[in-house]
Nanobody, 115 residues
Framework: QVQLVESGGGLVQPGGSLRLSCAASESIFSFNAMGWYRQAPGKQRDLVARITSTGYTNYADSVKGRFTISRDNAQNTVYLQMNSLEPEDTAVYYC?????????WGQGTQVTVSA
């Protein structure tokens, strides 16, 4: 069974940076897209960023210019570089992969932005 394993979350001060990683247990060439959703307490899960197999990217308006998504096919890993973090970015971040027939999800990693 394919697994997605996230890492890189933690506590950071406002204005700081974090890099999230999502490593797949098999080649990501077959994935149509990968990316990140986030869910804050009491709120719905929202798309943060995604990258397709051809390298197309799109971002939530709230993170444009601050977050960058990238993928390393050789390492079967997708990254989310998060800069200029704000308290409103506090959430559990979930990696996902879209395959032709289904979605895969990681277990989630907590990001807390607080002074």
């Amino acid at each position: 069974q394919v697994q997605l394993v996230e890492s890189g979350g933690g506590l950071v001060q406002p204005g700081g940076s974090l890099r999230l990683s999502c490593a797949a247990s098999e080649s990501i060439f077959s994935f149509n897209a990968m990316g990140w959703y986030r869910q804050a307490p009491g709120k719905q899960r929202d798309l943060v960023a995604r990258i397709t197999s051809t390298g197309y990217t799109n971002y939530a308006d709230s993170v444009k210019g601050r977050f960058t998504i990238s993928r390393d096919n050789a390492q079967n890993t997708v990254y989310l570089q998060m800069n200029s973090l704000e308290p409103e970015d506090t959430a559990v971040y979930y990696c996902f992969a879209r395959r032709p027939a289904d979605y895969l999800w990681g277990q989630g990693t907590q990001v807390t932005v607080s002074a």
